[in-house]
Nanobody, 122 residues
């Protein structure tokens, strides 16, 4: 499975960005897909996840109500719409995949994209 993230950039606080991740691999619909981020000097952390069925989604408390994850099983993509961005949303954002059941833990995701940098200025 290969993942390619895009859409990062520089935005002012309060602005919006949409990240997209293209996933190459078989049985896309059977993968749990997630977005994680890593700020400078910090560990990688969970942001949002979409279960393989597409019906279940979960968000970190810090982004709840501002970010929305969506997947398109026909196009093999998973997007992250980010609104009302804050400076502490700055970091490298990674899309990730795992076969099977839903998880929010970094260690349970087997496949990772290269990351895309999001910078939110105050």
């Amino acid at each position: 499975v290969q993942l390619q993230a895009s859409g990062g950039g520089l935005v002012q606080a309060g602005g919006s960005l949409r990240l997209s991740c293209a996933v190459a691999g078989r049985t896309f619909s059977r993968y749990t897909l997630g977005w994680f981020r890593q700020a400078p000097g910090k560990e990688r952390e969970f942001v949002a996840v979409s279960g393989w069925s597409g019906g279940a989604a979960s968000y970190a408390d810090s982004v709840k109500g501002r970010f929305t994850i969506s997947r398109d099983n026909a196009k093999n993509t998973v997007d992250l719409q980010m609104n009302s961005l804050k400076p502490n949303d700055t970091g490298v954002y990674y899309c990730a995949a795992r076969q099977g059941s839903y998880s929010t833990f970094v260690k349970y995701f087997n496949y990772w994209g290269q990351g895309t940098l999001v910078t939110v200025s105050s």
